[in-house]
Nanobody, 129 residues
């Protein structure tokens, strides 16, 4: 059974930090790309960042200024370190995975929702004072 489980969400004050984890079971992450997404209340789900099997990374816009994506394939786990958090970062954060093939293997990983085949249930992140 393929499963992705996020953890590490919670409530923090503005300026705080959180580290999200995504533990994968049922398949090996070694050949998969991991992505992080978020969905704020009343908004569409959007990509945050992705990291492929060679640890090449792609961030959406200015996310790289405060967020850091990483992975530990030996632990079958992906991570999202979030620093200097702002109220507008409040959202449900999801991890997802897809297995690139063909020309995708030579391209920057994708942060579009349609690319991903497997999704976690999400973890709530709330930033407020």
């Amino acid at each position: 059974q393929l499963q992705l489980v996020e953890s590490g969400g919670g409530w923090v004050q503005p300026g705080g930090s959180l580290r999200l984890s995504c533990v994968v079971s049922g398949f090996s992450l070694e050949t998969y790309t991991i992505g992080w997404f978020r969905q704020a209340p009343g908004k569409e789900r959007e990509g945050v960042a992705c990291i492929d099997r060679e640890s090449r990374i792609n961030y959406r816009g200015s996310m790289k200024d405060r967020f850091t994506i990483s992975r530990d394939s030996a632990k079958n786990t992906g991570y999202l370190q979030m620093n200097s958090l702002k109220p507008e970062d409040t959202a449900i954060y999801y991890c997802a995975a897809y297995r690139p093939s063909g020309l995708e293997l030579f391209r920057t990983c994708l942060i579009g929702l349609d690319a991903y085949d497997y999704w976690g249930q999400g973890t709530q992140v709330t930033i407020s004072s």
